[in-house]
């Protein structure tokens, strides 16, 4: 029998955990085809980072928002913070600031302010659009990407693609 260590199998398993360590919080980027009915590897410090990195000073801070919404409805925190930077300007629009929507919910191309919906708060318009779009547009009508998502949400046809464009962008600035 022999005795000592097994360097061969410690090398291997020090190799293997200095790659989990150093791909931590990364993620493959989102696509218009990616599933995002799935939990993200972010933090709340992540995105709000992110945010602060691409000039949505006016989001920064409302990471832990995103994340508890991730947390109740099951929709990636980054798609989710994507579409609100997209839909709001990165949080400058005039819905963003006097109704508190980051997401454009409800308005329509015809009266875009006058039909968007009112929240209390920030994080109360991004808790109930991420429960809608789990309960609506991901059990009810079994939409998962960003393609699928965007042919209901938006008049644009290039929605998945804007938002998407926007969510490996905050997901670079999280990685970093």
Do not use: C
Request: a positive charge.
């Amino acid at each position: 029998m022999k005795r000592g260590f097994d360097w061969e199998s410690i090398i291997i398993i020090g190799a293997v955990a200095a790659a989990l360590w150093l791909s931590r919080g990364r993620a493959e980027f989102i696509t218009v085809d990616t599933n995002i009915a799935v939990s993200s590897p972010y933090s709340a410090r992540d995105i709000d980072r992110a945010l602060s990195r691409i000039g949505a000073s006016e989001m920064v801070g409302l990471g832990a928002a995103f994340k508890k919404a991730e947390k109740e409805s099951r929709v990636h925190a980054i798609f989710l913070t994507a579409i609100a930077v997209h839909e709001s300007g990165m949080g400058t629009s005039r819905i963003a600031r006097e109704k508190n929507n980051l997401f454009g919910w409800g308005a329509v191309d015809a009266t875009p302010f006058d039909s968007a919906h009112s929240f209390v708060s920030k994080e109360a318009g991004i808790l109930h659009v991420a429960s809608r779009l789990r309960a609506m547009y991901i059990n009810e009508w079994k939409l998962t990407t960003p393609n699928q998502i965007g042919s209901r949400y938006a008049s644009d046809k290039q929605w998945a693609v804007k938002v998407t464009n926007w969510a490996r962008r905050l997901q670079q600035e999280a990685s970093e």
